[in-house]
């Protein structure tokens, strides 16, 4: 299942690129970018913050779009519960120099606010999060307790801004 969803991010991101964006500048790759949790603060019944992705790359490069996240657990990897909803925004094409980031807003909202018997909560490890049109995976460290239950949406994320 998270392969099918990532190619489908990687595929619903590259589609809507704009041309002069391929003609002077690199795509950022999977490689060219480090995941973070930064600004996260608690909020009335969950967590708000922004999910980072900076420029790790010699040269520029550009992105656009949402990341794909999702919690992971179990000390493998597994996918813990339903990947993260995109909130609305507008989406932008972003250059980054090295060095630079654009931000993700992201809201993570606490397991207890539902039903145990609804939520199934389970204790995770972190986040997997793919970059904007890439099908590898990113990981950041963050336990925490999320829904088992693909019925409940406890991650929402905005497109990525500059």
Do not use: E
């Amino acid at each position: 299942m998270a392969t099918a969803c990532a190619t489908a991010l990687a595929a619903v991101t590259l589609s809507a690129l704009p041309a002069q964006a391929h003609a002077t500048i690199p795509y950022c790759a999977n490689s060219d970018l480090r995941a973070s949790l930064v600004n996260l603060q608690g909020t009335a019944g969950s967590q708000v913050g922004d999910l980072r992705l900076t420029n790790v790359a010699a040269g520029s490069c550009w992105t656009r779009g949402y990341p794909g996240v999702s919690y992971v657990g179990y000390g493998n990897g597994t996918q813990i519960g339903r990947a993260a909803a995109w909130d609305t925004g507008t989406v932008r094409t972003i250059t980054l120099a090295p060095g630079q980031h654009a931000d993700s807003p992201i809201r993570m909202v606490d397991a207890r606010n539902y039903p145990a018997a609804t939520c199934l909560p389970t204790p995770v490890d972190g986040l997997r999060v793919y970059v904007p049109g890439s099908t590898l995976a990113k990981y950041i460290p963050h336990p925490t307790t999320g829904c088992r239950s693909s019925s409940v949406t406890t991650i929402f994320v905005r497109p990525l801004t500059g």
